[in-house]
C-alpha cells in the first residue's frame, strides 16, 4: 500500500510499521492459512507487540488510541496480506467496542487491558440461525435469577468464538419489547454451561474462524453491559464502528488484487506485447483504480466525521457498502486478467474473489446498509 495523499504524518507513521509488518509477517503465509484452513489468532501475541490488538482502545485501558484514520490504514494493510487476519481482529474489535461503549468501568478493567495487550481475546455474538439482519427475531433469552441471569439459547457464525476468552452475548431480558427487550452480557469462556462447535467450513477467509455456540448458563448481573434493554441500541453504535473496519478490509483486498492485476498485464506477452498494451485491458484497470479510489474516499470522509465527533452511521454504510462492491468487482476484474491462471489455486486470485464475498454479508448486508442510507436520507427530508 502506497502512503495516500492527505493523510498526516502520524497516521501514516502507524501505517508504515504495520505495512512492513504485513508484508514481511502475514502475505507469505496467507495462502497457506487460507489451504489449510489455519486460525488467524497465532498471529494475536505478534500483533498485540504492535499495539494492533487494541488500536480502537484508549491509552487508559492500555490501548493506541489512534485515530480512526490509522485504524483504517492499518486494517487495510493488514488485509492487503491477509484478509483473514483483518477480519479476526475486527471480530475482536466488535468485542472491546462493546465493553468500551457499553460497560462500566469495573468491566472495562477487567477486560479491556488484557484485550489491548492480547492475552484475551474477543468475540461478538448477535446473529441466531433464525435471527440475522433482525436482531429483533432473536429467540436467545436473558431470564433474571437473583444476582444472576440464566442464558439460554444458541448464535451461529460467531467470528473467533472458539478461540475467544470472552464473548459479548446479545439476549432478550424482554421477549415481548422488541429491540428494546434486547440486552448485552460479557461471558467467559470457562462459563460451565456455554458450548462452542467446530468450525464452520466457509468459502473465504478461511483462516477467521466462525462457530455455532448454545448458552444454558448462568451469568452474573456484573457481567451485564449498560441497563437492560440498552443491548440494541449498543450494537448498533458498535456496528457504525465496524463497518469501516470492514471496507479498510475491503480497501486492502482491492489494493492487493489491483496491485496483482497492473503487474501481470505488464508482464504477460499475448500477441507479441503485453497485456497491458491492449485498450479493452487498460479500461478494465482504469474502471478498478476508480472504484478504489472512490471507496477510499468515502472511508476517510467517514474517519472525518467520526474523529470530528459528529454522526456518521450513513458514512459508516456508505463506505461499506461501496468499498465491499468494490473488492468484489476489482477482485472478479483481477482474476479475469489473470485468465486460466487467476483460476488456480497457485496464485491469490482466487482467494481474493473468495475473501471479497463474505464483505457484502456479514456486518449488515448490503441490502440492510441500503436501508439504512435510505432512511436517514428520508428522516432529513420528510414529505
Ligand atoms: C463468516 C461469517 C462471520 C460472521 N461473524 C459474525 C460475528 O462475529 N458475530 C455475529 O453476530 N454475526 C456474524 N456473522 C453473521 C452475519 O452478520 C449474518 O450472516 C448477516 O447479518 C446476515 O444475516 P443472515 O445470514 O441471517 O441472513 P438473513 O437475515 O436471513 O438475510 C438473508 C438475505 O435476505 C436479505 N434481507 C434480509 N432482510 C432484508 C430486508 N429488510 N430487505 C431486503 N433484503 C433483506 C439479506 O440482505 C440477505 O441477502 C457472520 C457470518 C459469516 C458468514
Not at 475467544?164 to 460479557?186: E, L, M, W
Not at 481474493?352 to 448486508?365: H, W
Request: aromatic content about 6%; charged content about 20%; hydrophobic content about 45%.
Amino acid at each position: 500500500m502506497k502512503p495516500r495523499f492527505g493523510i498526516t504524518p502520524d497516521d501514516q507513521a502507524v501505517a508504515d510499521a504495520i505495512v512492513r509488518f504485513s508484508a514481511e509477517e502475514l502475505a507469505p503465509r496467507a495462502q497457506a492459512v487460507d489451504d489449510q484452513e489455519i486460525s488467524t489468532v497465532r498471529y494475536v501475541p505478534l500483533l498485540a507487540e504492535l499495539g494492533v490488538m487494541g488500536m480502537n482502545l484508549p491509552e487508559r485501558w492500555g490501548g493506541a488510541e489512534i485515530s480512526p484514520t490509522a485504524l483504517v490504514l492499518s486494517l487495510a494493510a493488514i488485509a492487503e496480506a491477509c484478509a483473514s487476519t483483518s477480519s479476526m481482529i475486527g471480530a475482536h474489535f466488535l468485542a472491546t467496542d462493546s465493553i468500551l461503549m457499553g460497560g462500566d468501568d469495573d468491566l472495562q478493567q477487567r477486560y479491556l487491558p488484557q484485550a489491548a495487550s492480547g492475552k484475551k481475546l474477543g468475540a461478538f455474538a448477535l446473529t441466531e440461525p433464525r435471527a440475522g439482519s433482525n436482531p429483533a427475531d432473536m429467540a436467545t433469552r436473558a431470564t433474571r435469577d437473583g444476582s444472576c441471569y440464566h442464558l439460554s439459547g444458541t448464535k451461529h457464525f460467531i467470528s473467533n468464538a472458539g478461540e475467544a476468552d470472552f464473548i459479548v452475548v446479545f439476549a432478550k431480558t424482554d421477549p415481548a419489547g422488541g429491540h428494546r427487550g434486547i440486552s448485552a452480557f460479557v461471558v467467559d469462556k470457562e462459563t460451565p454451561g456455554l458450548h462452542i462447535s467446530a468450525p464452520e467450513k466457509l468459502m473465504g477467509i478461511r483462516g477467521a474462524h466462525a462457530f455455532e455456540m448454545s448458552f444454558d448458563c448462568r451469568v452474573p448481573e456484573s457481567q451485564r453491559l449498560g441497563q437492560e434493554g440498552t443491548g440494541f441500541r449498543t450494537a448498533m453504535r458498535i456496528l457504525d464502528n465496524s463497518r469501516m473496519d470492514v471496507a479498510a478490509t475491503c480497501l486492502g483486498i482491492g489494493e492487493a488484487a489491483l496491485a496483482a492485476a497492473v503487474d501481470w498485464a505488464q508482464s504477460r506477452q499475448v500477441g507479441g506485447e503485453p497485456l497491458a498494451a491492449k485498450q479493452g485491458i487498460q479500461w478494465k484497470l482504469a474502471d478498478m483504480k476508480m472504484r478504489l479510489e472512490a471507496a477510499w474516499l468515502l472511508t476517510l470522509q467517514a474517519c472525518a466525521k467520526r474523529q470530528a465527533g459528529v454522526a456518521f452511521s450513513a458514512e459508516s454504510s456508505m463506505c461499506k457498502l461501496y468499498a465491499s462492491e468494490m473488492a468484489a468487482f476489482v477482485a472478479d476484474e483481477a482474476l479475469q486478467i489473470f485468465g486460466g491462471y487467476g483460476y488456480t489455486r497457485s496464485l491469490p486470485l482466487e482467494r481474493y474473489v473468495r475473501d471479497a464475498r463474505i464483505m457484502r454479508i456479514y456486518e449488515g448486508s448490503s441490502e440492510i446498509q441500503r436501508t439504512i442510507i435510505a432512511r436517514g436520507l428520508l428522516a432529513a427530508r420528510p414529505t
